[in-house]
């Protein structure tokens, strides 16, 4: 009798660390974490780094993931989620997103290539049945002008899940301390050390920020403010631009689109 067939040895897939910056989101959050379990699966460590909530987001995230402080400001809470985790894998998941259940999947062939240190998903807003007709065309605008913005210059922001390897996120510094376009910085650090790849997988992140200043305005605003930044000015001067407080400011909100 021939010897039995030899079986590969199959290696597991890298844990996953979804990190979720909050400031005041109870409402918001357990969403995000139950998206984050069902995409990533039950083995995927889930942390809330909060930046000093005081409504109930601390209990609501305690049901559903571990939660730890931090100093508010998005890139503060992202970096001290990080420094709290032991995944392989990071993914920075606003509070205000939910991402598809095919994220995971897709994560997975992502990093099936060595040389990809990190990414992002697609860019989405909700379908909600009875929203006005303008709205619905202005959603659809903005999800157009951010794929086409993310296809041609390979680059994202917070509310699209951007994700890395751990040795790349360290290598390049994690996110930089600025009050804005810290998600945007760091895309381009990690594509100077490997290759930046949009899963087809969308975040469906919600439109609260444009809705409440004005679509049109805040379009503007925001293709000011990145202009801007490209040209050198300053985070500090371009977050007074914005309108908010260097530090104390929603961390889960919409990100720039």
């Not at 809470?77 to 606003?94: D, K, P, T």
């Not at 929203?131 to 951010?146: F, G, N, W, Y």
């Not at 993310?150 to 390897?165: E, I, S």
Request: hydrophobic share 40%.
């Amino acid at each position: 009798m021939g010897s039995p067939p030899r079986r590969e040895a199959v290696t597991p897939p890298p844990l996953v660390s979804v990190i979720v910056p909050a400031l005041d989101e109870a409402d918001l959050v357990p969403g995000a974490l139950r998206s984050a379990r069902a995409a990533f699966g039950s083995e995927a460590e889930l942390i809330v780094a909060d930046g000093g909530s005081r409504d109930g987001t601390r209990r609501a995230a305690e049901r559903l993931a571990r939660v730890v402080g931090s100093q508010p400001g998005r890139g503060p809470q992202m970096n001290a989620g990080a420094r709290e985790s032991r995944g392989e894998v990071l993914v920075f998941l606003h509070a205000d997103t939910v991402v598809e259940p095919r994220a995971g999947r897709d994560l997975e062939r992502a990093l099936a290539d060595p040389g990809v240190a990190g990414g992002c998903l697609r860019f989405a807003l909700p379908r909600r049945p009875g929203r006005p007709r303008v709205r619905r065309v202005a959603d659809a605008l903005l999800e157009s002008a951010v794929r086409a913005r993310t296809r041609l210059f390979r680059t994202a922001t917070g509310d699209q899940v951007l994700f890395a390897r751990r040795r790349a996120f360290e290598a390049v510094g994690g996110f930089p301390d600025y009050p804005l376009f810290e998600d945007v910085e760091l895309v381009r650090r990690l594509k100077e050390v490997g290759r930046f790849r949009v899963l087809p997988a969308r975040a469906v992140t919600s439109p609260r920020r444009w809705d409440e200043e004005g679509w049109v305005r805040t379009a503007i605003l925001h293709l000011a403010l990145r202009g801007a930044y490209h040209l050198g000015v300053p985070a500090g001067r371009l977050a007074a631009w914005y309108g908010r407080p260097v530090r104390r400011r929603r961390a889960g909100s919409a990100n720039r689109g």
